[in-house]
């Protein structure tokens, strides 16, 4: 059984808004990567991890959108990894792969979806991911460059961000046990030594995180 995590708990500080409910392409942004998971065949139930005051809003937006697979709401915790955690718990006790997305990451598609449960299922991990292309610097002071990273080894990790079950569990359970906070699941599983297969993700996935995204992403929605 596959399941996905929906990590919908944040509170948009550099949106300066709660960016899960501003309209995009027609329909708040919450509703664009839920219907992705819904309609995705690889995928048999969502678990959706959101602020306590708005878990009534996420069920008027399932009966509002017509979303028919099963699902569960869930409360999060003060950090992403908290929240994922919180996810973990609510999965059924038959899932094997879980699949955690951003709820602001809007513009996934069911391949890439399934490109990942199909890697994490061989390896055990994997994630969507795009080569980088910038030249990218690095700098000691945050004012002048101190070097250029080989870009030829550097890859931008995206969401979903897929596991075997009790491969994300230990690694999250390790990154707790040591009090460390991760903004990423997978290096919770470097900490733990293991390894994560990158799925080139072909389509654009980019994730609404400032006003300036905002244009980019409803063009490609539409």
Do not use: Y
Request: proline share 4%.
């Amino acid at each position: 059984m596959n399941a996905a995590i929906l990590v919908a708990a944040g509170r948009g500080v550099r949106m300066g808004a709660d960016k899960l409910w501003l309209e995009i392409a027609g329909r708040p942004l919450a509703a664009h990567a839920w219907k992705k998971f819904n309609d995705a065949k690889c995928v048999d139930e969502i678990i959706l991890v959101v602020r306590d005051e708005a878990r009534e809003k996420f069920s008027r937006l399932a009966k509002q959108f017509h979303f028919q697979k099963k699902f569960q709401i869930v409360t999060g915790g003060a950090e992403r990894q908290d929240s994922v955690w919180n996810g973990l718990e609510a999965l059924s006790l038959k899932t094997e792969i879980v699949a955690i997305h951003d709820a602001a990451r809007p513009c996934v598609t069911e391949e890439l979806i399934a490109a990942t449960i199909a890697a994490a299922r061989k390896t055990g991990a994997a994630v969507a991911a795009q080569p980088v292309t910038d030249t990218i610097k690095e700098s000691a002071d945050g004012t002048t460059i101190s070097c250029t990273l080989d870009r030829s080894r550097l890859w931008s990790v995206q969401t979903p961000q897929t596991f075997r079950v009790e491969i994300i569990r230990c690694a999250i359970a390790a990154a707790r046990q040591k009090k460390l906070l991760f903004t990423d699941d997978t290096a919770a599983c470097e900490l733990i030594g293991q390894k994560v297969r990158l799925v080139a993700s072909s389509a654009p996935n980019p994730k609404v995180t400032a006003p300036g995204d905002l244009p980019l992403i409803e063009a490609l929605l539409k």
